[in-house]
Nanobody
Framework: VQLQASGGGLVQAGGSLRLSCAAS????????MGWFRQAPGKEREFVAA????????YYADSVKGRFTISRDNAKNTVYLQMNSLKPEDTAVYYC???????????????????WGQGTEVTVSS
């Protein structure tokens, strides 16, 4: 199983980026997908998650209203559209997947079985 995250880069504050995560999961449409991030010297933190159908989405308070998670099950890909970026959004962003994670614990990184390699996002002030 591979999760390939891409789309990171350097952007000025107020700018936008779209991250993509392509998954080699046979039954991708059955998985809950999540995005997490880890800044230097900090713990990994939840960013957003989306259920198998795309009908339910979840966001950290820090990104609500600025970030949008979506998925295309035909392409085995999940996206994270990030707008109005702030310097505090600087981190390595990871996508994750799990079949069984419940909606009550989607923000718990330990509940996800599969992880991508991460893509770096740097927001300059």
């Amino acid at each position: 199983v591979q999760l390939q995250a891409s789309g990171g880069g350097l952007v000025q504050a107020g700018g936008s980026l779209r991250l993509s995560c392509a998954a080699s999961l046979r039954t991708f449409s059955s998985y809950t997908m999540g995005w997490f991030r880890q800044a230097p010297g900090k713990e990994r933190e939840f960013v957003a998650a989306i259920n198998w159908s795309g009908g339910s989405t979840y966001y950290a308070d820090s990104v609500k209203g600025r970030f949008t998670i979506s998925r295309d099950n035909a392409k085995n890909t999940v996206y994270l559209q990030m707008n109005s970026l702030k310097p505090e959004d600087t981190a390595v962003y990871y996508c994750a997947a799990d079949l069984l994670v419940r909606r009550t614990v989607v923000a718990d990184w330990s509940k996800y079985q599969y992880w991508g390699q991460g893509t770096e996002v740097t927001v300059s002030s």
